[in-house]
């Protein structure tokens, strides 16, 4: 299908290193070494034009990354144009190499003022993050995809995380709790303004589609739990969703599927086959999860912007996505406006206090950030070039 991206994907602090203005570096210093720092990271924010041009040189046609609104605007009002012209060079570097840009402006990250002065929760967050999306409009020529946020359910949850680390007079401690808890449905309706407010500005600056990519955890209920379940699924993906109708596109993120019962969403339980994570091996979810993202918000493109396996194991990880791309075809040759498919990882990256889970298309040496691609990078580029085992399904053509 002439004009489907196929492509990888990384956060801006996941890969650069050194980002000292954000509230994750603040916490990572202060866990008490519950948390990995993530240091040096890959030294991405020196080595993009080499991790571009792997990602070209396999035959991918789309890079997604994140900028950094620690490093753009390190004190309220105070914009680095040094920042600004360094994240240009990114996307003039992509473009360059023939990748088209899916640049998301927050995933995960804050500001540490932006944290100190009380978060989303503060009266001027809203304002705040419109001063910095209009920013931001400055380097967006040419960008084609913009995520205004990445994964707003997480988001309310590492909020929740932050504030315990951050507040002197919280404390972590005793038995980790056997479920995680919903998503905070006011922290979601915040986010979900935030997202409405960068959306105008940016139709309004840019010529770029607009939207935001959502956590799809492809949820089931189990027998006589149907009402627990529709609770779940609104917290974690439908409240979002409604927020989609209105975007250009949705970006669906799917790694793995669960189930619902009468307490809520079921743990992984343990199983040799689980990932590194501890999630289930389900590359079926993809499939799903396109299919209740594009009942929710009917008639909206979608652009798959994660989806991926936690292994040390290259053949798993071929084997996992050729599963889950099997599922995203069916739910393209059905009729469901597909426009995409961005691999997570490009690199083996910091998991948000952890370097553990290897996601990546490329291993990277993190003593002398040497790259070593994985025979799965030549795989999914022989898939976009088409001459790989997957094809597009003709009625998308």
Known sequence: ?????????????????????????AVEQGANGML??????????HRYPEDMRLL????????????????????PGVFSADELAHYRGMIDEALRLGLTPVVTLHHFTHPLWFVRAGGWRAEGAIDAFRRYVDKT????????WVCTINEPAVLTLMIRMHEAFLNPAQHLGGPRPSRLPLPDLDMGRRLGEAHVAARKILRARTDAKIGWTIAMQALTPTPGNEDTYRAAKYAWEDIYLEHSRDD???????????????????PHPPSPDNTLTGWAYRPDALGMAVRDAAAAAPGVPILITENGI????????????????????????????????LHWSLLDNYEWGHWGPTFGLIAVDRATFARAPKPSLAW???????TGSHRLPSTSA
């Open 1 to 25: 299908m002439a004009g489907f991206l196929w492509g990888a994907a990384t956060a801006a602090h996941q890969v650069e290193g050194g980002n000292t203005a954000s509230d994750w570096w």
């Open 36 to 45: 990995e720092p993530s240091g040096d990271g890959l030294d991405s924010y």
């Open 56 to 75: 070209a040189e396999a035959g991918l046609d789309t890079y997604r990354f994140s900028i950094e609104w620690a490093r753009i605007e390190p004190e």
């Open 137 to 144: 409009c400055e380097i967006l020529e040419g960008v084609e």
């Open 248 to 266: 250009d596109f949705i970006g669906v993120q799917s790694y793995t599927s669960q189930l619902v019962d009468a307490e809520g969403v079921v």
């Open 310 to 341: 936690a292994t040390d194991d290259d053949d798993r990880r071929i084997a996992y996505t050729a599963a889950a791309l099997d599922g995203l075809f069916a739910a393209m040759a059905d009729g469901i406006d597909v426009r995409g498919y």
């Open 380 to 386: 999914l580029g022989s898939i976009a070039r088409g």
